[in-house]
C-alpha cells in the first residue's frame, strides 16, 4: 500500500505579500527612514484588499522591518545608531508637536548643516559616491510628469542624504537623517505639495543640479553656496504654502452668508 506524504503547507497571504514588499523595497531602493507608498495606493498596485496588506504590514513591523507612525504612514526602520540621534531628535519632536513653528527653527538648522554636508561632499566624496549621487540625482528627475508627489519628496531626500553620506562625517549623516525623521512629521504635506507645481519642481531641479555639479567638480566653496542658495528656496516656499494652507483654513471656517 502506497502511502502518500502529507501536502506541504501553503503559505499565508500575509507571508507572500510581506516578500513581495520586500522586493519592492529594494527594486525602488528605499532607504532607511523613507516611508511607504499610501496604503490605499501599495493595496491597488499589490491587487490586494487592504485588510490583507494590513496583515502584511504588521509582520513587518513584528519583524522590525519597519515602522508605522499613527496618522503618519509606514516607514522603512532606522537601526539606532550608538550614540543614538534619538536624544536629539526625541525632545525636538516633543517641541514641534507643542509649538508648529518650530518647524522653521529645523528648516534654518538644516539650512546650516547641509551647507556643511555639501561643503565637505566636494572634498571628500569618492568616485562611489559621485555615482551614487548622480543616480539619486536622476531618480528625482523621474518624477518629472508623476503624479505621487510622495515619492517624489522620498527621491529629494534620498540625494540629500547621499551627500550627507559624501561627506564622510558621521555626525552629520546622522544629524541630516533626525532632520528628515522630523521634517516627516511637520513639513513633509507642503514638500510634497511642492512638486506638484511646474514651476517650482522646475526650480528644485535646477538647484539639485547645481549642487550637484558643485561637488562632482570638487567645489567645495561653490557646493556650499548651491546648498544654501537651495534651502533658502525651500524654507520660503514651504512658509508660503503653510501661508497658504492657514488663509484657506480660515476662509472655509467663515459662515457663509446665507446663514447670517
Known sequence: MTVNPPPYPQPRLADVLAER?????RERKLEA???????RQLATELGVSRSSLREAIQKLISENRLISRRGGGNYIHIETPPWSEQRIVEPLKELVAGDPNYRYDILEARHAIEA????HAAMRATE?????????FDATLQFKESDNPDLAAQADVRFHLAIAEASHNVVLLQTMRGFFDLMQCSVMHSRQRMYT??????????????????????DP????????NHLGFVHSTIKN?????????????LPDEDSL
Open 21 to 25: 514588499i520586500k522586493t519592492m523595497i
Open 33 to 39: 527612514g523613507m516611508r511607504l507608498p499610501a496604503e
Open 116 to 119: 556643511s554636508t555639501a561643503w
Open 128 to 136: 562611489a559616491d559621485k555615482e551614487k549621487l548622480q543616480v539619486c
Open 197 to 218: 507645481v511646474p514651476v517650482i519642481f522646475a526650480c528644485l531641479t535646477e538647484q539639485h543640479g547645481a549642487l550637484l555639479q558643485a561637488i562632482l567638480a570638487g
Open 221 to 228: 566653496e561653490r557646493a556650499g553656496r548651491a546648498a544654501k
Open 241 to 253: 504654502l503653510h501661508e497658504d494652507e492657514a488663509r484657506q483654513a480660515r476662509i472655509t471656517r
